[in-house]
DNA sequence: GTCTATATTGGGATAGAC
DNA sequence: GTCTATCCCAATATAGAC
């Protein structure tokens, strides 16, 4: 599960925090107040003094992790560095993200489809706009020396990145029962997969 | 919506065609028998009538849905041809595939994730086989030529090649307010993808 | 602020007429 | 087989004591 607040002093954050794990276990159709009041180790009146409804108390909880995933998988191509050195890192990074927070994108991109209007605007444009003045710019720039073919999209790139990066972990139980391995399998798979993609990547977009 | 059945002409069909609009739209939570019995144009005593329970029902779905997304996407590599060949199809038919099955990839991976053992054994491990006998034994037999590189993995690629196909639909309205595009705009963006990701596969995977 | 008790609606399931 | 009416539990939300 997602460790939000590792130690919740005040109801408000235990509430967050237990909200969280229910949520992302089961949506926020098959939540249920009363087990989140539980695991909280509180009662459910106290969950609606300090978020009124369920829907508020989703919202928040959404808000929140779903700046976590993004702050853990987009945040390298912030960084203004060689774009071959930045999805090495990436890739050598993501797994540890993924496997912290499970269950986040197969929870968010459902959520997402439900109810397309709990998107956080504001979030997404600055965070994209970021990227765009770092990682695509790089790119570009790389063209011009020859570094990268000239074909290459930067926003395709990123795209096909974040894909090939995040697709297996949204997908584990199908990928696990499909071959016919365990859990543990699957993350050894997943690790030693690893340098395999950057190198797939580089090996396409490499002039 | 997935059109399952054109015109049912029998309760049980209109049922069954109803229900997998319902559950695909709204997950199995969220679904709910009355909405079902509407879109049917029946009575909820009728659903009881005919699938017992709204859990038997939704399996019934979900089994349907679920070996006609993997009908459309897996069918290609089960076709014994050159390799290249097989990605430049399969990359020029999964548009369609993802377009008509539009909430299918995501619908699946949230149940899946909800409740693990609704996985359909059976299909799965004897669809994989004929995976293997084909496509990752002509991979074999490429290498062997020199065609593809000694390095690639066939399981690998094979997931590479569905993440860089799927995702993207999966996570369409991220991408599509990240970039500020509109639901049109995002599958003509798809549409001049295609080409370009057989190349971007092909390039990574050639000797 | 935190609890117990309760109001109220929603929704899966069934009984029973036709 | 198909309908209407109803049962009954579950779940969100609130009232009100402390």
Redesign the pocket.
């Known amino acids: 599960m997602v460790n939000l607040n590792k130690h919740p002093e ?3 954050e235990a509430i967050l925090k237990a909200a969280s794990e229910i949520f992302i276990e089961k949506g926020f159709d098959g ?7 539980d695991k909280a ?17 989703f919202r928040a909880v959404f808000n929140k992790v779903f700046q976590r995933l993004m702050d853990g998988l987009v945040s390298v191509f912030e960084e203004n560095m060689p774009v071959f050195d930045t999805i090495r890192i990436f890739f050598k990074e993501h797994q540890e993200v993924l496997i912290t927070y499970r269950h986040l994108p197969v929870f968010i991109l459902n959520e997402l489809q439900r109810d397309p209007n709990i998107v956080v605007d504001m979030f997404n444009t600055s965070r994209l706009k970021k990227v765009r003045n770092t990682f695509f710019h790089r790119i570009e720039k790389e063209k011009q020396e020859g570094i990268i073919r000239q074909s290459i999209q930067p926003m395709e790139l990123f795209i096909n990145i974040l894909s090939l990066s995040v697709f297996p972990y949204a997908a584990k139980p199908l990928i696990t029962s499909f071959i016919g391995i365990d859990e543990s399998a699957f993350f050894d798979m997943m690790e030693a997969r690893k340098d395999g993609l950057a190198d797939f990547v580089i090996q396409s977009i490499k002039a």
Not at 41 to 57: P, T
């Open positions: 005040n109801p408000e939540a249920r107040m009363q087990e989140i009041a180790g509180l009662n459910k009146a106290l969950l609606h003094y300090y978020y009124r409804s369920k829907d508020k108390l």
